[in-house]
């Protein structure tokens, strides 16, 4: 699954930050809360569009939105609908049986690597459901393992971390039910650090084998 391919699991299809989807996810970062959760500043569309470029051509930076499939509702599916969603959907038909209701794109996951120069081999993690109809429904945790076994498999990653706003309290107790240890927090930056490793993944049999 590199940034140009797609993935799909139980409830969601991980697929790649095209341009095309640069105007929603714009929309998205409009919304003060979810900047302030995501720790994020307020981006025009041209930043966006800068941003979703230098992503598509960085290895080291994994970022993919998540596409809902059991999204019920039409209105979102239709404000969130762009034609390259059609021919991701025809890439995994085979695996989509019975799944697929009104698809729409709800948020999206990155995996960072490289980014502790003190150990190459964690992955940093950051995730979000914007859409409000689409969360409280296991989006985000299944992404989160999906990232995490594409992170192992592919890149060698023994280890994750999330770095978390102190008072995105929904993100902290979604990265504590998936195993995930409080390792610091950073008052100055009104931030915590949560972490997990590979071989406590194994360990809980979190693991399970995605279409990649």
């Not at 992503?55 to 999204?71: A, E, M, Q």
């Amino acid at each position: 699954m590199e940034q140009t391919a797609s993935s799909t699991g139980e409830k969601i299809i991980l697929v790649p930050f095209l341009s095309e989807m640069t105007g929603i996810y714009h929309k998205w970062m409009l919304d003060p809360f979810i900047r302030e959760m995501t720790c994020t500043d307020e981006l025009d569309l041209d930043e966006v569009k800068s941003i979703q470029k230098s992503y598509l051509n960085d290895s080291k930076d994994l970022v993919f939105l998540i596409l809902d499939l059991t999204n019920e509702d039409q209105q979102l599916q239709k404000d969130n609908y762009i034609p390259q969603l059609d021919q991701i959907l025809e890439q995994h038909k085979d695996q989509l049986i019975d799944k697929i209701k009104r698809p729409a794109l709800a948020g999206d996951i990155n995996l960072f690597l490289q980014r502790n120069n003190e150990d190459l081999t964690q992955g940093e993690l950051n995730v979000m459901i914007a859409e409000q109809k689409c969360q409280r429904k296991g989006l985000a945790q299944e992404a989160i393992k999906m990232i995490m076994q594409y992170g192992v498999k592919y890149h060698g990653q023994r280890s994750f971390i999330a770095k978390i706003s102190n008072t995105n309290t929904s993100s902290i107790e979604l990265f504590k039910k998936l195993g995930f240890h409080l390792e610091k927090e950073i008052e100055a930056f009104e931030e915590v650090h949560y972490v997990i490793s590979n071989k406590d993944l194994q360990e809980q049999g979190e693991f399970i084998v995605y279409n990649y």
